[in-house]
């Protein structure tokens, strides 16, 4: 059984309407992007962010952008290395056209003003994460990429003049009487959290970039406004979504002790790309052996390895060992990474650092195409938000923030040639929210039972936990959060508990293995009656050039 998802908020009544012709909602790289380039097109945009400027999850992304650059590279080993990650399920036209505008992206952040990292050469300096064939990854301030990608983006953005609405959360979407979106109603959030001066912003459409759902888990890798809130909004707005069962574990996130909870500093895999290595409490290294790219293997199959040994041994955590790289080297390429280890106790220069797997991106999402069209006319999902099938089962490393700013250019130039008719908005419904004292225990069981290794038992008894979340008194930014954390967790039991196979980073110790009747993607919707609707999509694909 599925629990009841919230299908609209209990929205506050609108105090003010404002007119314009496109709203980005988030501020990391892809809704930053969009704005710049709606902004040069001539079209007027608001900004809307709950937080401050570019505080997504952008400027935490310490590895990179993933573009072909280097010499001995080409197009198609990009294409293949990311349908090998994704594991079967990747959308093969949206990977030809994510890697085909991957370095004209990366051009734009330069002519942008992005300090990339320089080679001897003075050329971009590459390096290699995971499933990667090839050094493909462009980077900036040694591990600080995602700072220096949101630095120059919002840059951008101020010195274009777009009207930015910090600290103002979207609520809900205003749409047609034909269904298309139209506006959205969005509120002030105060110190305290509360919602105050609500209004209508009236649009042509509305672009949700508003990053993904790791905080949905006990321990992530994402800062806390990483909630989900587009995904539940989108939804309540009559769009599909997609891949949801598909979250992706960072296989090395610092251990901070048993109970450490929220965002953890991640050790970027550009560690591994470097050459440290996995070991556990006696040395021994845990992905020799495991796959033929060991420590550089797919992220799904690393962190999937190293909590079945967690589980196995009952160790709390194994260990990264980059101590032969040396302190100098260290420090140079690696100093915010440093910085946050010696701050937790330990000295990656001299001793392994303790890392384990914690949620880091969502492979699922708004179902979108790269030009960020959803299934409702007026609503456009770009970045994590968004799932157009790059990412398949697994997202291969660093290809995220690439595939953000593909989807922001591709999304602005549509909107700058044809911008969707306006239409009268109706008066939204009024629903539900979740109350915030049920977030820890959403995010124990979501942690319990839908981490790397799930069973059925477990998916079940995450949707009783779901069932008996109390209803919010008040609608605020804790209640707004709780409960699109509540609609996420709620369509992440549900696909998971479907899909009875193991593919990319869905492990069910009940289906081991991955099969071919399950090469679909489960997409689904509310229905009017508060439900949910499942369908399953084909994945499109062409034939896999050798390399
Ligand atoms: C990392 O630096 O390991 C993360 C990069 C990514 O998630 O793409």
């Not at 401050?52 to 952008?65: H, K, V």
């Not at 003003?113 to 995971?130: F, K, N, S, V």
């Not at 420090?331 to 797997?357: K, L, S």
């Not at 157009?388 to 595939?403: D, W």
Request: proline content about 5%; hydrophobic content about 45%; charged content about 20%.
């Amino acid at each position: 059984m599925t629990p009841a998802v919230a299908p609209a908020l209990p929205l506050p009544v609108a105090t003010w309407t404002r007119s314009t012709d496109v709203v980005v909602v988030g501020s990391g790289a892809a809704g930053l992007m969009t704005a710049v380039r709606l902004a040069d097109a001539g079209r007027s945009v608001v900004l809307v962010t709950k937080g401050e400027l570019g505080a997504g999850c952008t400027a935490w992304a310490q590895g990179g952008l993933a573009a072909v650059l280097g010499d001995d590279d080409a197009a198609e080993l990009h294409v293949r290395d990311t349908l090998i990650a994704g594991a079967g399920l990747c959308d093969e036209p949206a990977v030809r056209t994510l890697v085909g505008e991957a370095p004209g992206a990366i051009a734009d952040l330069l002519e942008l003003g992005a300090q990339l990292d320089r080679d001897a050469a003075g050329r971009p300096a590459l390096t290699r994460e995971g499933g990667h064939s090839r050094d493909r990854i462009v980077h900036a301030g040694g591990d600080a990429s995602g700072a220096e990608v949101t630095r120059t983006l919002a840059a951008a953005l101020r010195a274009r003049g777009v009207d930015v609405l910090e600290h103002t959360v979207a609520l809900d979407a205003l749409t047609s009487v034909s269904g298309r979106v139209t506006g959205l109603r969005v509120a002030a959030v105060g110190d305290d959290g509360a919602l105050t001066r609500p209004g209508d912003l009236l649009t042509r459409a509305v672009v949700l970039a508003t990053g993904g759902y790791g905080q949905v888990y006990a321990a992530t890798s994402n800062p806390e406004g990483a909630t989900g809130d587009g995904l539940a909004l989108a939804l309540r707005a009559g769009a599909e979504v997609a891949d949801v069962e598909f979250v992706q574990f960072h296989p090395t996130v610092l251990w901070l002790g048993a109970g450490a909870r929220g965002q953890q500093a991640l050790v970027s895999e550009a560690v591994r790309g470097e050459g440290a290595v996995l070991v556990d409490g006696s040395g021994r290294r845990l992905m020799a052996g495991a796959h033929p790219l060991a420590d550089l293997a797919p992220r799904d199959v690393v962190s999937a390895t190293v909590a079945a040994h967690l589980r196995a041994t009952g160790a709390a955590h194994v260990f990264l060992d980059a101590t032969h790289l040396g302190r100098e080297f260290l420090e140079r390429r690696f100093p915010g990474i440093v910085a946050a280890c010696r701050a937790a106790g330990v000295d990656p220069a001299t001793e392994p650092v303790p890392v384990v797997p914690a949620a880091h991106y969502a492979c699922g999402g708004v179902l979108a195409d790269l030009d960020g069209r959803t299934s409702v006319p007026g609503l456009y999902a770009v970045g994590e938000v968004a799932c157009t099938g790059v990412q398949g089962a697994n997202r291969l490393a660093s290809n995220s923030i690439t595939e953000g700013l593909v989807a922001a250019r591709r999304c602005a130039a549509l909107l700058a040639a044809d911008l969707p008719p306006s239409a009268p908005a109706l008066e939204p419904g009024r629903g539900w929210a979740v109350d915030a004292t049920a977030r820890p225990g959403i995010s124990t069981a979501v942690s319990r039972s839908a981490g790397v290794l799930r069973d059925d038992a477990g998916l079940a008894a995450l949707a009783a936990v779901l069932d008996a979340a109390p209803v919010a008194g008040t609608l605020d930014l804790a209640a707004v959060e709780a409960t699109a954390l509540h609609t996420v967790a709620a369509l992440l039991a549900l696909a998971a508990r479907e899909r009875t196979e193991s593919r990319g980073c869905h492990r069910r110790t009940d289906a081991p293995e991955p099969r071919p009747e399950w090469a679909v993607r489960l997409a689904h919707r509310l229905t009017p009656d508060g439900g949910v609707a499942t369908r399953r999509l084909p994945v499109r694909t062409e034939e896999l050039v050798p390399a």
